[in-house]
């Protein structure tokens, strides 16, 4: 069967592997994907049914080859085996797409990913109200990145 017009589209646009983060301090990270294009829009759904602060804490940019969507998918899945014993919900179901924060997947983000920052990109959209603790608004400050 033949691909639509719109998933070729898809396919072929640049994307990022991204890692969203929950709260202040972080205590649950979202590994997804998402062309570069529609990512703020991304964060703005995953905010939009979250009680927490969310936050981009790192991104991947997939941008070579042909098809790069295909190729974000694959390094997700990837990614999603290597932190198994931190997922959240079982695979496959609702939320499995969700993290511990330990700290070895919070030192693979700072060591490995480019920070949202680095592409012009807004590390959050939350804006807090008065029945959150003033320590969101530490997450509206960009953090410093080592990797030029």
Wanted: glycine letters at 8%; charged letters at 25%; one cysteine or more.
């Amino acid at each position: 069967m033949a691909k639509s017009e719109v998933e070729e589209r898809w396919e072929r646009s640049p994307g990022y592997v991204y890692f969203i983060g929950a709260s202040n301090p972080v205590v649950a990270v979202k590994i997804g994907i998402s062309t570069q294009r529609d990512i703020g829009r991304r964060l703005s759904t995953h905010q939009g049914s979250n009680h927490e602060p969310l936050s981009i804490l790192g991104i991947l940019p997939i941008e070579i080859g042909e098809r790069p969507m295909l190729s974000a998918e694959k390094l997700e899945r990837q990614l999603h085996k290597k932190f198994a014993h931190l997922q959240r919900f079982k695979n496959g179901w609702a939320g499995s797409e969700w993290f511990t924060a330990a700290p070895e997947l919070m030192d693979f983000i700072e060591k490995e990913c480019l920070t949202p920052e680095k592409r012009l990109l807004k590390r959050s959209i939350a804006k807090p109200g008065p029945g959150l603790s003033n320590n969101v608004e530490q997450m509206h400050e960009p953090a410093t990145d080592a990797k030029l």
